[in-house]
């Protein structure tokens, strides 16, 4: 029946439920928070990787920098076939399970275990051979992940159908995954201190990390559902598909914005511990920021939900990256003298623009996939999910190699007293890049064309054809 749209549309025209872009009823709490469950698991993974991988490698491994990063480098080149690919393979799967849950089932254990793996000291004779055996162990996991995470981004479109309820359905899932990323920031250093410190720390949690990041997959799979009409699988193979996708004119706008958006957080991510050990000589500290910074972050998310409801996405996005622009420069300019309690409140503060940064580009990519199946006639979550979830990845691998390659050039040193170069280099990379690429990215976003009332009106198209071809 019809109804007045009243958000976003001030002339008060009469639209449909679909054409409002919204949901007839909101899925169930419990729903959103068995399948925010999963990016909670994701998010451990990829947060303990980008805060403390390249650190593990040089620090305890004992790799030279650059060869750290060519263990990360390695992963992120076998993602860049086998994501895309996933995504293809579950659009075109048909199981009693349907197309994305059966992977919930066969992924988890492999996720788990190969997660615990690659915290062990493994037996390297050379530092050659040592690079080769963490690059196939940080590969075999980043498998593992492609094999849950390409199906979970790409069921949420179809779960969540609404403008607005996808916007609710990303805000609970990242919540969950903040709680994942304070585990990461807070809880590993102190608990790899009390499980023996060193590599036998990392060892034991990373084992027991692997256990909690399994078991997640199983309440995804119970509370997780799939729509019978869904299954339209385009008749494009992987490299046209992908060279189509390519010709979407909204995706590309939302690719640019969110690499560049991951890489200002990843980058970030992998250097802050090297810039509180280094730069402000308060490596008791590195747990506290980050905890002032997530728990911002969770407490930001109900402003940015009420702001979503009469709001445009793309507003949410450019309000956050501009709030998180002008903290980062007062934090570029932190020095060793300062008092604690002003650096923990600038970490606080860019949690608050780092949340809508962070969720927002996840909220967009369900309605691109909807103008492409206005476009196309097909439903290709998975590819689309594929090609996001590899980008995600890249982000983190990439701000973790690019930042490793720059400490390994500025002459970085594991365990000693830094030069002036080492020194600069840690700054610019904690400080000064994010600023680079935030900004890059909200220049981006300025042009995102995909509003809530397009959104709509591509829904009530896509109903239209529904029922004209019954």
């Known amino acids: 029946m019809p109804r007045l749209c009243m958000h976003g549309d001030a002339r008060g025209e009469v639209l449909s439920d679909a054409a409002a872009g919204e949901e007839s009823a909101p899925l169930p709490v419990r729903t959103k928070l068995g399948f925010a469950l999963g990016d909670h698991a994701l998010n451990i993974s990829l947060a303990t990787v980008s805060l403390y991988y390249l650190y593990f490698l040089t620090e305890l491994v004992g790799l030279r920098p650059a060869l750290a990063a060519v263990v990360l480098l390695v992963g992120r080149v076998v993602d860049a076939v086998t994501d895309p690919a996933m995504g293809l393979l579950s659009d075109r799967t048909r199981s009693p399970l349907g197309r994305r849950r ?26 050659a051979t040592t690079c ?40 609970y899932r990242y919540g969950a995954s903040v709680l994942g990323l304070l585990i990461a920031a807070v809880a590993i250093r102190p608990l790899v201190e009390v499980f023996g410190g060193g590599a036998q720390g990392f060892a034991r949690v990373g084992s027991g990390l692997g256990v909690w990041i399994a078991l997640p997959w199983f309440v995804v799979l119970l509370v997780s559902w799939e729509r019978p009409d ?12 992908l060279r189509e996708m ?49 728990l911002s972050d969770l407490a930001s998310l109900p402003l940015w939900m009420r702001l979503s409801r009469f709001t445009d996405k793309r507003i949410i996005f450019i309000a956050g990256g501009a709030w998180w622009l002008l903290v980062q420069v007062a934090f570029f300019s932190a020095q060793p003298t300062w008092p604690r309690w002003l650096v923990f409140a600038l970490m606080g503060a860019i949690g608050v623009g780092f949340a809508a940064v962070d969720f ?4 967009m990519l369900g309605d691109v996939i909807d103008e492409d199946e206005l476009h196309t006639g097909q439903r290709r979550e998975g590819l689309y999910a594929g090609a996001f979830t590899f980008l995600r990845k890249l982000g983190g691998a990439g701000g973790a190699a690019v930042a490793g390659l720059v400490l390994d050039l500025a002459g970085f040193e594991r365990g000693a007293a830094q030069g002036d170069s080492s020194l600069w280099v840690i700054r610019v990379l904690a400080g000064l890049v994010p600023l680079i690429f935030v900004g890059a990215a909200l220049l981006v976003a300025r042009r995102y064309p995909i509003s809530r009332r397009r959104h709509g009106e591509i829904l009530a198209e896509l109903e239209r054809r529904k029922t004209t071809n019954l």
């Not at 089932?105 to 062990?120: H, K, N, Q």
């Not at 869904?230 to 598909?241: E, M, Q």
């Open 102 to 127: 059966l992977y919930f089932a066969l992924g988890a254990i492999p996720f788990g275990l190969s997660f615990s793996f690659m915290w062990r000291v493994l037996p390297g004779s050379d530092a």
């Open 132 to 171: 080769a055996l963490y690059a196939g162990a940080f590969t075999m996991h980043t498998l593992a992940y492609t094999v849950l995470a390409v199906p979970y981004v790409a069921l949420l479109p179809e779960m969540a159908r609404g403008y607005q309820e996808r916007t609710a359905m990303n805000i």
């Open 230 to 241: 869904s299954w339209r699988p385009s008749a494009l193979g992987l490299f046209a598909g």
């Open 246 to 294: 390519a010709r979407h004119g909204a995706y590309r706008r939302l690719i640019a914005l969110f690499v560049s958006s991951r890489m200002a957080i990843d980058i970030v991510g992998a250097t802050l511990i090297f810039y509180f050990d280094y730069w402000l000589l308060r490596p008791g500290d590195f747990a506290i920021g980050m905890a002032a910074l997530f």
């Open 360 to 363: 927002m580009p996840w909220s």
